[in-house]
């Protein structure tokens, strides 16, 4: 009985249940943060943290450039997170070209479906931080998730993890993992699932999921109504020059 599909998606949810009350929204603190869209050419500071962090971790091996190609691309979108002048995590996004995206390597059978429905896919990657603020981290998916919704118009917010790491994003944004665990060549053979994001209807989720009281629990309202003078305007659906860049 315990091995039935049915019972272990039950003892499933309801581990994402308790990991999800123990969530909470970080305060600022006394610190001050700056958001930042980094042009193309300008992403060397945030590609060295990226090398940094992914040797250090033995992720990475061999050729840095190797690495990048998807990075380099003018489509992708890369943010960063500074706090008290110090580049403390970054994030990039890659749109679905004619090249795919970066999850194609282990997933394309897996997202061929959504992609004969016509769905616009964007795919969240190279997150790094180097703070134990958990401010940085929850600002980057905050800023991956408005401009994957409001500025591309996306559909689907995909995202490979190590699968150890699954149950955080199920319980935050209300992920389903959709593709099966797989070593990832692109981090030295480390196991992966791919996670996604059906922005479309993650907002009556969250809403459904996330109690209004306490506030610091209220990551609905931390995604779809809080809009501090500090964040970003562009992923609020206005022109993109209005984010900071550089």
């Known amino acids: 009985m315990l091995n039935h599909p049915y019972v272990i998606l039950l003892f499933m949810d309801e581990a994402i249940g308790r990991f999800r009350e123990h ?56 943010f960063s997170v500074h706090k008290n002048g110090e580049l403390s995590g970054t994030i990039s996004l890659f749109d679905d070209g004619k090249e795919g995206l970066p999850l194609d390597c282990l997933y394309g059978e897996d997202i061929t479906p959504l992609r004969r429905e016509g769905k616009v896919l ?13 401010h940085i981290l929850f600002s980057l998916f ?3 998730h ?14 490979t993890v190590h699968p150890r790491h699954s149950r955080f994003y199920q319980a935050l944004l209300c992920m389903d993992v959709v593709g099966e665990e797989k070593p990832h060549p692109s981090v030295n ?7 996604r994001m059906n922005l479309r209807k993650a907002a009556e989720e969250m809403e459904r999921v996330y109690p209004r ?7 609905y309202h931390y995604y779809y109504r809080e ?11 206005e022109e993109q020059h209005e984010l900071k860049e550089g």
């Not at 964007?122 to 603020?133: K, P």
Request: proline letters at 7%; a negative charge; charged letters at 30%.
């Open 122 to 134: 964007v795919e969240a990657g190279a997150l790094v931080t180097v703070s134990r603020d958990p």
């Open 142 to 144: 905050k800023l991956a």
């Open 23 to 78: 969530l909470r929204i970080p305060e600022r603190g006394g610190h001050s943060y700056e958001y930042h869209l980094v042009p193309p050419g300008k992403r060397d500071e945030s590609h060295c943290l990226l090398e940094r962090t992914y040797r250090d971790k033995g992720f990475w091996k061999g050729e840095r450039d190797d690495k990048l190609h998807f990075h380099r691309k003018e489509s992708t979108v890369c």
């Open 227 to 237: 809009q501090p003078d500090d964040f970003p305007r562009a992923v609020y659906g």
């Open 189 to 195: 053979g480390s196991p992966a699932v791919l996670l």
């Open 213 to 219: 009281d306490p506030s610091d629990r209220d990551f």
């Open 146 to 159: 408005n401009y994957s919704l409001y500025n591309r118009g996306a559909d689907d917010l995909m995202l």
